[in-house]
């Protein structure tokens, strides 16, 4: 922590600040995880120990729930493990993950009295739960976890009263992070970081959060770095500035970024972007001279069509995903702008789909188009903007548009050293990409006929196998080229 510092932020309660002069792409800090479970959903997809997703896991023989890589990931996570597998084993069933968490928060507390390290700047149960400013139905929800809770709980003689209890709850709820697979694709559990709880809130933020799984290939568990995340500066940053997050999507209107922060975190966000409304005529624009009720009929059709996508897609009926993305990017086309948040969603919903069903020629076009959008709302040194442009580029990769798709990987890279480092293995795995793309270019301007050859026996799936694979690891597809 010597690069920031405690202090009071005012009317937003505590806050950090920089100790020091920071550059875009610096490590301000880097904190293991308190405590963290895995999601209910992918209990037996996740290793409950370094939270990689790994095709053949191995169950703990006890209580039947938690799974790992192996021997060693199991005796990592043993000390965290094993007080919350002998309350499975008694009471024959694993409660929800946020019992699970409240759970391993507590034990934890009573193991390190809430201080972890002599680095964490205040004490887990000293953190906001804001279960005063709770809706009616928050508090029912936190109700039900508190009596699971009281059935799980198995310390022994040490007991708390409901009151503690929603209070740790309340922390949680206010506080969790999401924790990502190991490419950072999919969202696999949730964790507190105490001093991470410290950063404010801005829609326009000077750094970012991002999880570094570390080092999980040692055979001795002892060496396994512990679940971390690390706080990285976006931009040069003066010595005393605050340091900030944004703990939404950017890619919102600012009442409804800001309706958010309220129901989830109970504040009023009153940033520059959110009070100004900064860009929120963009995110709402129509194409040249469009008549207005032209644009409200275009766009009324539009949100219907996401609702129906979002039904197809959960239904898994991807031609008929692909079918009403092009009926709305029909009516769309010279109504709403490029950067229309309606317009954005269906061209990042169809690059998807036509990427998995193997149109990567119109995969292509349609993630061309969402990043000429993208780069005009977001910051120029976005995580989501870079994850963007490095699934647009291995998409025109993957269409044999080599040229644009080198560019937009390495327009990715420049971007992911910022916000992830060069030490993320995704940023390993786009490093590979730019160098393979960079050796096809080259092969590409020496004989084209030769290049498109071996590209098409490449890309062409087993004969033994007609599924294709998912658009959320398209970026593993070209390795093996």
């Keep these: ?98 019992v699970r968490l409240a759970a391993r928060v507590i034990w934890r507390i009573h193991k390190n009295t809430g201080l972890a390290s002599d680095s964490q700047l205040i004490s887990v149960d000293k953190l906001e739960d804001h279960v005063a400013d709770m809706s009616e139905e928050d508090l029912k929800r936190l109700k039900a976890d508190v009596n699971s809770f009281m059935e799980y ?66 055979l001795s568990s002892a060496l396994h770095s512990k679940r971390r995340i690390e706080l990285r500066a976006l931009e040069k940053i003066g010595e005393g500035q605050e340091l900030t997050v944004s703990y939404v999507d950017f890619l919102n209107l600012s009442a409804d970024r800001q309706k958010k922060l309220k129901e989830h975190f109970y504040f009023d966000c009153s940033c520059q972007h959110c009070s100004q409304h900064i860009k929120d005529d963009l995110m709402m624009a129509a194409a040249d001279s469009k008549v207005s009720e032209t644009v409200k009929e275009v766009t009324a059709f539009s949100k219907e069509c996401l609702e129906k996508i979002e039904t197809s897609r959960i239904e898994g009926d991807y031609q008929e995903v692909a079918k009403l993305c092009q009926e709305a990017l029909a009516k769309q086309e010279n109504v709403l702008a490029d950067t229309h948040l309606y317009r954005l969603r269906v061209l990042s919903v ?48 993957h269409a044999g548009q080599i040229e644009a798709g080198h560019g937009m990987i390495c327009k990715a890279y420049s971007i992911l050293m910022v916000t992830h480092g060069p ?3 995704i940023t390993r795995d786009l490093e590979t990409i730019r160098t393979q793309t960079e050796l096809e270019l080259k092969m590409f301007k020496q004989n084209e006929t030769v290049y498109q050859t071996m590209r098409e026996a490449a890309l062409k799936p087993p004969a033994e196998s007609k599924s294709t694979k998912n658009i959320e690891y398209i970026c593993q597809l070209h390795n093996h080229l």
């Design 1 to 98: 922590m010597e690069s920031a510092q405690l202090f009071d932020a005012g009317s937003k309660g505590r806050g950090l600040r920089a100790t020091k002069e920071l550059n875009a792409g610096d490590v301000v800090f880097a904190e293991p995880s308190f405590s963290a479970v895995v999601f209910d959903s992918l209990a037996m997809q996740v290793c409950h120990s370094c939270f990689r997703r790994q095709p053949k896991l191995h169950r703990c023989a006890q209580c039947r729930f938690a799974y790992y890589c192996d021997r060693t990931c199991q005796t990592a996570c043993w000390d965290e493990h094993k007080q919350e597998c002998a309350a499975i084993k008694k009471i024959g069933k694993a409660p929800n993950e946020h």
């Design 153 to 218: 709980w198995s310390y022994g003689s040490k007991q708390h009263s409901a009151d503690y209890i929603s209070h740790i709850f309340g922390i949680i709820k206010c506080n969790g992070f999401t924790l990502s697979d190991q490419r950072g694709l999919q969202a696999v559990g949730v964790g507190l970081f105490p001093n991470l709880c410290l950063v404010n809130h801005d829609c326009w933020p000077n750094c970012t959060v991002i999880l570094n799984h570390g080092n999980q290939s040692a």
């Design 350 to 397: 169809s690059s998807e789909v036509l990427s998995y069903l193997r149109s990567f020629s119109e995969a292509a076009e349609c993630a061309r188009k969402m990043v000429e959008g993208y780069m005009k709302l977001y910051h120029p040194n976005n995580a989501q903007l870079g994850m963007a442009i490095m699934k647009a580029g291995v998409t025109q990769w």
């Design 423 to 425: 030490n993320h293995s």
